[in-house]
């Protein structure tokens, strides 16, 4: 069933949020003040997926990343830089405030886009037809997002992704999901990689050229 739904304000996880008759109802990507066509979701009774914005905000703009909207990384590039601040900053004056602290002293938000991401959790899946993923999980499911970058990245973490494409496709026989941790070092890239099993001595000294390729400070 498509409902339109009118945008009250955001949650904490950056989803819009629209007052009906049954309680809060929650739209990903969707923004204060739009209003939305959205259609239901199985399994989750108080959110709905959009379909269309019918009606949108001044404060919506162009996302920096191509990945956006289907990688589940990011909640809200959508936003201006400004208002994304103010909700962010609220946030923690909100939860000081539960905690009986004194919020008034909380500051603006420093913006560290770019800069600030050291770390970064990939993932590798084989689909179907054996076809190889490397990427992060898309919004609230299993389906993995194979991405070539990602913008938010600090820019020690260049090569990560590179790196972790050559990684999964070394462990061929890979049955499990792999999780590739990458976290920028003052000595370069360190690597923790998880879910691979127990590896054979040929895989073991495969991983130990592909971490010469790339330079990597440990794996």
Known sequence: MVERLTIARLGRRGDGIADTPGGPVYVPFA??????EAESWPGHPDRRLPIKIEHASPERIAPVCPHFGTCGGCALQHWTAVRYRDWKR???VEALSQAGLDASVVDDLIDAHGEGRRRAVLHARRGQGDVLKVGFAAPRAHLIIAIDRCPILAPALDGALPA???????IE???KPLDIQVTATESGLDVDLRGSGPL???ATT????VAGQHRLARL
Do not use: Q, S
């Open 31 to 36: 923004l204060p003040g739009e209003t939305v």
């Open 90 to 92: 609220g946030l923690v």
């Open 164 to 170: 972790a494409w050559a990684i999964a496709e070394t």
């Open 173 to 175: 026989t890979m049955g």
């Open 200 to 202: 054979a001595a040929a």
């Open 206 to 209: 495969a991983l130990a050229r």
